[in-house]
């Protein structure tokens, strides 16, 4: 069966600091994979998706980056946060035009 | 451009009663259609899914939905509430062309009270 695996689960950085979060996924091939943000209280914004290595399609404009170094790990990415940055990041996958698989999610909060 | 609105923001339930969520989609064509579950600080669950053909769809959980093309809806029920049903739910759709992006809803919050 597919697992979706997400870390670090929380991570507390100050502004200005950079950020690497990762996403990897087992059991299928050729993923799509998804970015998303959800500030408190909020829905979930799209930021980054790909649909294979290299290819990244970014959604929002901002100091945010994504990478697909291998077929099955997308890694958000930043050189230096700020406050706005805070919020609760997701990973997800599908297998082309269907439902999404969600990981645990990363609790960022810049201080 | 599509968009996915949930009209309720929060909602709160006695355990045992019914339960109906609102979602109202803006698209030109009938797109797919989903309602995933969050629990707090938790990822997002499947709960049921629509694709085409009959518009009353099962899923998990005891929950369904059912799709109203009239309407633009796409409303989840369940008959009867259990505590354990507490957390945020959100609304999707997503272009049935491709395109890879699903818009999803803001989201309601359901409490449950004893």
């Known amino acids: 069966s597919q697992t979706i695996h997400q870390w670090p689960a929380t991570l507390v950085q100050p502004v200005g600091s950079p950020l690497s979060l990762e996403c990897t996924v087992e059991g299928t091939s050729n993923p799509n994979l998804y970015w998303y943000r959800q500030a408190a209280g909020r829905g979930l914004q799209l930021l980054f998706y790909?649909?294979?290595?290299?290819?990244i399609s970014s959604e929002v404009p901002q100091n945010l980056s994504a990478s697909r170094p291998q077929d099955r790990q997308f890694i958000l990415s930043s050189k230096k946060l700020l406050l706005s940055d805070s919020g609760f990041y997701l990973c997800?996958?599908?297998?082309?035009?269907?439902?999404?698989?969600f990981g645990p999610g990363t609790r960022l909060t810049v201080t | 451009a599509q968009s996915v609105t949930q009209p309720d923001i929060h909602i709160t339930v006695s355990e045992g009663a019914s339960l109906e969520l609102r979602c109202n989609y803006s698209y030109g064509a009938t797109p797919y259609l989903f309602w995933y579950v969050q629990s707090p600080g938790q990822g997002l669950q499947l709960l049921l899914k629509?694709?085409?053909?009959?518009?009353l769809v099962q899923g998990i959980k005891g929950f369904e939905a059912e799709f109203k093309r009239s309407q633009s809806s796409f409303n989840l029920r369940k008959p009867s509430v259990h505590w354990s049903d507490a957390a945020e739910y959100f609304c999707a759709v997503e272009e049935p062309t491709g395109g890879f992006k699903t818009i999803f809803g803001a989201g309601t919050r359901l409490f449950v009270k004893a």
């Open positions: 790909s649909v294979g290595i290299g290819q």
């Open positions: 629509y694709f085409s053909g009959d518009t």
């Open positions: 997800a996958w599908s297998a082309g035009v269907y439902e999404q698989y």
